[in-house]
């Protein structure tokens, strides 16, 4: 394939209900077998791609790879695989190591290039409203009905996306959130991004802006030119949720599916999962839909994961009566579960609390309790035991836990990556893709 120095390589692609490319699971399964391979690794990329900078994304991921075999601790005949799912890309928000050209910028007001014709796919059957929406980012007027009408379309989109999927029932579990909900929390209840005062929403997304560094020209206008800057991130926050949901029923539908096919048909096969951002809660999700004791699954390395701190959580130490959705599951990997996180990513250590805090705590958005929001590729693992705590240098030296949990802070080498997102898509290093070989026990 065009842009993939490593073989053999294959991808699966999924679409948003988690329906697999029939096809190209075929020629995965096929090709495993026709090379007797002994490992393959599977890669899932993040929220910010379209087609073919995923693609893009999986080459340079993988491009140390071959050149670490050498320290292999074991007869290793390895396969490489990219699992492809429909996220959204911001052709704004700048990707570390890729050529300025390939991340195009937004040329003042409005929305970023291509992003009208992206939340056309992430939304189908939304013209209108996404017309309009790109209609007031145009103008952002000095006109506050016109800000609440904005931030009103946003909501109008992610709710009616949520409740629409839900009706359909097209997806199981599609709304399967990070934590247990509370006993007295309604059904399908909102993100508090979604249903709080306006104005406060907007004014508390440009505060983020102004500590990521991302000074944009709003923010240095009038009192309403700066809450546009935050209502055009409520825009993008907003996307993320379709996406975080969307990763959710990729991994527990699709990829998990695939997965069990996959050891049917060779058996002494060990798979190394691997995802960044959503894509690491699309690999954890996965781990939901395998057979208790299927044993493929032998490591597992969550890049950044952009899912909650709590979700592997037996008891959330906020309320003991509840858990993480995923607790228990690193029993379904023969192997370690490691979570890498850096204090660098400002896209998890900032904007994901806001964007991912529930009604039932309204008051948490204006600067209460965020920690029960946080995100996995922030602090690591959290409320599980036991769990190590290790630097990437010992991690590497051979410290890494041959079953169970691994918070791996990797600061020191994922740091580069400027406003408003920090280093969160800062992944490609040698140093990482070793730490899944040591992790699959591949490399010494």
Request: with cysteine; hydrophobic share 40%.
């Amino acid at each position: 394939m065009a842009g993939i120095g490593v073989q053999p390589y294959w991808e699966l692609t999924f679409d948003a209900e988690g329906d697999v490319d029939p096809h190209e699971r075929e020629l995965l399964v096929q090709g495993v077998l026709e090379r007797n391979l002994t490992d393959l690794v599977l890669f899932a990329h993040g929220w910010n791609n379209d087609r073919s900078s995923a693609t893009a994304l999986c080459g340079r991921f993988y491009a140390p790879f071959p050149g670490l075999l050498g320290h292999a601790s074991r007869d290793v005949r390895l396969g490489y695989g990219g699992v492809i799912w429909p996220s959204m890309r911001f052709t704004d928000e700048p990707i570390p190591h890729f050529p300025p050209q390939a991340t195009g910028t937004a040329a003042g007001p409005g929305l970023p290039p291509g992003t009208r014709e992206a939340l056309l796919k992430v939304f189908p059957g939304s013209r209108t409203v996404v017309n309009r929406l790109a209609e007031l980012a145009e103008e952002q007027p000095e006109d506050r009905a016109r800000l609440v009408e904005f931030v009103s379309l946003v909501r109008t989109l992610v709710s009616e996306q949520r409740r629409g999927v839900a009706v359909a029932g097209t997806a199981p579990d599609a709304f399967v959130p990070d934590l247990e909900p509370p006993a007295a929390e309604p059904p399908g209840a909102e993100p508090l991004m979604l249903t709080e005062d306006v104005e406060r929403v907007c004014a508390r997304f440009a505060d983020a802006l102004e500590r990521t560094g991302a000074r944009t020209a709003a923010l240095f206008g009038s009192a309403l030119q700066r809450l546009w800057g935050g209502a055009l991130e409520v825009l993008r926050q907003g996307s993320y949720w379709e996406m975080k949901r969307r990763a959710g029923t990729v991994g527990q539908c699709g990829l998990g599916p695939a997965l069990t096919v996959l050891a049917h048909s060779a058996p002494g096969l060990r798979v190394h999962l691997a995802g960044h951002s959503f894509g690491a809660r699309l690999v954890s999700f996965a781990l939901r839909a395998l057979p208790d004791g299927a044993g493929a699954v032998r490591s597992v390395t969550l890049l950044q994961g952009a899912f909650s701190h709590y979700a592997f959580a037996p008891r959330l130490p906020f309320d003991h009566d509840r858990a993480g959705v995923l607790r228990g599951l690193e029993h379904r990997v023969d192997g370690p579960l490691v979570c890498c996180y850096s204090r660098h990513d400002t896209a998890l250590g900032v904007f994901y609390p806001l964007a991912s805090m529930m009604v039932d705590d309204t008051a948490s958005l204006f600067g209460r309790d965020d920690d029960r929001w946080g995100a996995l590729g922030h602090d690591g693992v959290l409320s599980v035991a036991p769990v190590a705590r290790i630097p990437l240098e010992r991690a590497l030296a051979g410290a890494l836990p041959s079953h169970g949990f691994a918070s791996v802070d990797t600061s020191g080498v994922v740091r580069h990556g400027g406003p408003p997102t920090g280093a969160h898509g800062d992944i490609c290093h040698p140093e990482l893709a070793r730490l899944i070989l040591v992790a699959g026990r591949i490399v010494r």
